[in-house]
Nanobody
Framework: VQLQASGGGLVQPGGSLRLSCSAF????????MGWYRQRPGKQREKVAT???????TYDDSVEGRFAVSRDNAKNTVYLEMNNLEPEDTAVYLC???????????????WGQGTQVTVSS
């Protein structure tokens, strides 16, 4: 099982980007999915999470600007980022708790990270 993320890039302040992350492999069920970020010189922090039933949480710093969603049929999670600020510059990583085919428990997986740079 692996997670593949895409959609990062360079954007001006006030701009928008959409990230996506899909899970591939011998998957029985994808449970909690989410996005984290690693800003320069700071610890990894949670940005947003979404349950299979669309229960959502956001970090206070992105509430009202970012929107997380998912497509269970495609094992994919999205992050719509609006009104981006320079402080949003970071490597964004997707995360998912997945039960593989034949497994009794879920396992946590991480994507490879995608760079988002907000600069004029």
């Amino acid at each position: 099982v692996q997670l593949q993320a895409s959609g990062g890039g360079l954007v001006q302040p006030g701009g928008s980007l959409r990230l996506s992350c899909s899970a591939f492999g011998t998957i029985d069920r994808v449970h909690l999915m989410g996005w984290y970020r690693q800003r320069p010189g700071k610890q990894r922090e949670k940005v947003a999470t979404i349950t299979r039933e669309n229960g959502i949480t956001y970090d206070d710093s992105v509430e009202g600007r970012f929107a997380v969603s998912r497509d269970n049929a495609k094992n994919t999670v999205y992050l719509e980022m609006n009104n981006l600020e320079p402080e949003d510059t970071a490597v964004y990583l997707c995360n998912a708790w997945i039960r593989r085919v034949g497994a009794r428990m879920t396992t946590e997986f991480w994507g490879q990270g995608t760079q988002v740079t907000v600069s004029s």
